[in-house]
């Protein structure tokens, strides 16, 4: 099953102006599947699925797709925004905006029971908005998991260099607050 994002991601590629089989392979899914997701995400914003109308009136598309991938309903896994509502009382996740978010550290979001890996998917949906999760100093144990994280990614033959230095700063400031 293709996600509403991804639906959405091939729509605007499309009305930008690729090509079906284009917008496919940048997205990692066959011509097929494609199209039929262009189709059900047409067919639900009460659009022509034609890809010559799709892109003839690209303005006509633009808004109400990009609005499924900003929205994070769509963006978040349902666990991750269920997660959210319950700690942070909101009474829906239509109540999860960006600017309230924002106003929120990672260090809080785990210390309340997410994962990081939640808390990853949330600040990668922050950042593709345009924003953050409220930065703050970790604690010794979320100093431990960031420097895991760094072999993690050095592992994989990432350049983690920069990442380390901070991690190494950061380690000797709280040593020096004692």
């Given at each position: 099953m293709t996600s509403e994002p991804l639906k959405a991601k091939i729509l605007l590629a499309v009305a930008g102006?690729?090509?079906?089989s284009d917008a496919?392979?940048?997205h990692g899914v066959s011509v097929a599947?494609?199209?039929q997701a262009i189709r059900s995400l047409c067919r639900s914003l009460k659009l022509s699925s034609e890809i010559s109308d799709i892109q003839k009136s690209a303005s006509l598309y633009v808004k109400p797709v990009q609005q499924i991938v900003d929205d994070p309903k769509y963006a978040l896994r349902r666990?991750?925004?269920d997660q959210l509502e319950t700690v942070l009382l909101l009474k829906s996740s239509d109540e999860l905006r960006v600017g309230y978010l924002s106003q929120i550290s990672a260090s809080t979001l785990i210390d309340a029971g997410l994962t990081p890996i939640?808390?990853?998917e949330v600040?990668?949906?922050?950042?593709?908005q345009g924003s953050t999760l409220k930065r703050c100093v970790p604690d010794e144990k979320q100093l431990t998991m960031l420097k895991q994280s760094a072999f993690f990614l050095h592992a994989f033959g990432m350049n983690v260099e920069q990442a380390f230095f901070d991690l190494n700063w950061v380690g000797r400031d709280e040593d020096s607050d004692d």
């Open positions: 102006g690729a090509s079906l496919a392979s940048t599947r494609a199209r666990k991750t925004r939640a808390v990853a600040q990668e949906w922050l950042v593709n």
